[in-house]
């Protein structure tokens, strides 16, 4: 009879026990999903940012149900699961601010021009033509004596970027100093 009840309460123990490491998942997974949500726009940070932490707080009140389940050595280990799904959904909600302080305005895109044997005056006037394209928005420039790049932030396609980029720097380069293009970068060579 005592088997019989131990049994019984140690099957309810393990269901309930059960059921509120589900509810951990589930405050997870809920982590995850408002985490990636944010990673779709700047708009949808803020309230992803707060269902992230949300979950943060679910996670943390389902290690406080479970800690009164387990005795002893599962309690630690309880504890350190739930402190490592803690963190992880903290993680998430971290990279879905960075990427949504990082996210480009609708309809620009972005163009890596690399361009070897330029010196740093000619990549100056070369810039500065590529500024004077009407589609362009932005320029980053990082000069490098093997191989120099510009970050080019435009509203068209790379191939329309490098047909404005022909007509603006005719005296800097032509068609034969292109040495490949594809969408999002576009590799010249001077010398």
Not at 70 to 95: D, R, S, Y
Not at 134 to 161: C, P, W
């Amino acid at each position: 009879m005592k088997t019989r009840i131990t049994l019984i309460a140690a099957a309810i123990m393990l269901s309930c026990s059960s059921l509120m490491a589900q509810g951990l998942l589930g405050a997870i997974a809920s982590g995850t999903n408002a985490a990636n949500g944010a990673a779709s726009g700047v708009s949808g940070a803020a309230g992803s940012v707060g269902n992230a932490a949300g979950a943060v707080g679910q996670a943390a009140g389902a290690v406080n149900q479970l800690k009164g389940l387990f005795g002893g050595k599962k309690k630690k280990e309880a504890e350190a699961a739930a402190a490592a799904a803690a963190a992880a959904a903290t993680q998430l909600a971290n990279t879905a601010v960075a990427n949504a302080a990082t996210a480009l305005p609708a309809g620009i895109k972005v163009t890596t021009v690399t361009v070897t044997g330029i010196d740093y005056a000619t990549l100056k006037k070369f810039n500065e033509a590529i500024q004077a394209c009407g589609t362009v928005t932005e320029t980053k420039m990082k000069f490098n004596s093997t191989a120099s790049t510009i970050e080019v932030m435009h509203k068209e396609s790379t191939d329309n970027l490098l047909k404005l980029m022909g007509e603006t720097s005719k005296d800097i380069f032509s068609d034969k100093n292109i040495e490949g293009i594809e969408d999002g970068k576009i590799a010249l060579k001077l010398k």
